[in-house]
């Protein structure tokens, strides 16, 4: 297994379990204790997680607080590939969709290099440089102005001015958090303006989101969980928050690990 994807594993089991030991990852990883450290040394360093004595443990970000895009990028990766795949279904030759920032949504974008005819909207710089370098001579890529964030998204009035003037089959939205009460929101108040543009521009809302997604709340919502016509999630999404996304979103889609749906999807 490569440094990345242990340390992926790693900390996908501290935000799960809310904590690890040295000795037992190392055991179960068939490495040394110091190159368990070196792993949790790495993640510590990109604001991951917390180092304690003998281990880590979860972090307590607050409601403001907004990692870099690698730092996300090697969060829930089996996830975030799997619900690519599958969002990648939903787009047509020749649509015009929007993809919001986020690395789920640049997932979906290398998925999506090989669709004749399509026209991307974002504001999302890893997705715009997906899409020129890899993408079909007959595809048209639209990347907005704005002031640029710790993820790689651009904001403010400028792109806000951009998005108003367009017309979208589709917006794949990428969300920092998830709850009954707040919706859809983030941690940065000018890219949740950005997103609302978005929505309002698009036909339809397909929300990508992980399961660690449901329970954390950014400073600012983006839109009620009722706006989604789909929320493409995995299977490891608590059953509570299935309960309450099927009552409010139009169709649940659920995933496995290796991007198959497992028929969990629901219509309202």
């Known amino acids: 297994m490569l440094a990345r994807q242990r340390q992926a594993t790693i900390l996908d089991r501290v935000r799960t379990a809310g904590g690890v030991r040295v000795t037992e990852l190392a055991a179960e990883?068939?490495?040394?204790?110091?190159?368990?450290?070196r792993d949790l040394d790495a993640l510590h360093d990109r604001?991951?997680?917390?180092?304690?004595?003998?281990?880590?443990?979860?972090?307590?970000p607050g409601s403001t607080d907004e990692p870099g895009f690698h730092a996300k990028s090697v969060r829930q990766s089996a996830e975030k590939a799997a619900i690519a795949s599958r969002a990648a279904e939903l787009v047509r030759p020749g649509a015009a969709v929007a993809l919001s920032a986020g690395t789920t949504t640049a997932e979906l974008a290398r998925?999506?290099?090989?669709?004749?005819?399509?026209?991307?909207?974002?504001?999302?710089?890893?997705?715009?440089?997906?899409?020129?370098?890899?993408?079909?001579p007959d595809q048209t890529v639209v990347l907005t102005g704005g002031?640029?964030?710790?993820?790689?998204?651009?904001?403010?009035?400028?792109?806000?001015?951009?998005?108003?003037?367009?017309?979208?089959?589709?917006?794949?939205?990428?969300?920092?958090?998830?709850?009954?009460?707040?919706?859809?929101?983030?941690?940065?108040?000018?890219?949740?303006?950005?997103?609302?543009?978005?929505?309002?521009?698009a036909d339809r809302l397909v929300v990508l989101a992980d399961h660690t997604k449901w329970g954390t709340v950014g400073i600012s919502s983006i839109v009620g969980l009722g706006a989604a016509d789909v929320l493409v999630s995995d299977d490891r999404l608590a059953p509570e928050a299935r309960r309450v996304i099927d009552e409010k979103v139009g169709e649940l889609v659920i995933v496995t690990g290796t991007g198959r749906a497992t028929g969990r999807e629901t219509t309202r």
């Open 47 to 60: 604001g991951l997680l917390a180092k304690v004595h003998g281990g880590a443990t979860v972090t307590d």
């Open 29 to 37: 990883f068939g490495v040394s204790d110091m190159t368990i450290r």
């Open 111 to 136: 998925r999506l290099v090989d669709v004749p005819g399509l026209t991307v909207v974002t504001n999302s710089l890893p997705v715009a440089e997906i899409l020129h370098t890899a993408g079909r």
């Open 147 to 201: 002031v640029r964030t710790p993820s790689d998204a651009l904001v403010g009035p400028l792109a806000v001015e951009a998005i108003r003037s367009l017309h979208l089959d589709l917006l794949f939205l990428g969300v920092h958090g998830i709850t009954e009460r707040a919706g859809f929101t983030t941690p940065n108040l000018m890219e949740a303006e950005t997103d609302r543009a978005l929505v309002e521009a």
